[in-house]
């Protein structure tokens, strides 16, 4: 069994309700497979209560590049010795 969560209230052709926005209900492992297959349903594998749940992913700034500042144009470097 998988608990799955829903994002707003609603059923499964397969009889299980979810009564409100973010409840969770269990379901057999294929039923889940096909309710997650569902690209805008709004369905998730909940967290079980000895897993902490899962917080969202924040960029690493040590996995950024680093922002280069424009190049500096260089003149052209004029020489006296050649009057």
């Given at each position: 069994m998988v608990?799955?969560?829903?994002?707003?209230p609603g059923a499964a052709s397969t009889?299980?309700?979810w009564p409100t926005?973010?409840?969770v209900v269990e379901v057999p492992e294929d039923v889940a497979a096909v309710l997650l297959a569902i690209a805008d349903a709004g369905f998730s594998v909940a967290p079980s209560k000895h897993e902490a749940p899962a917080e969202p992913a924040v960029a690493d700034?040590?996995?950024e590049p680093?922002?280069?500042a424009p190049a500096r144009r260089r003149h052209a470097r004029t020489d006296?010795?050649?009057e």
């Open positions: 608990k799955l969560r829903k994002e707003h009889g299980h309700v926005d973010g409840a700034k040590a996995d680093e922002a280069k006296d010795a050649g």
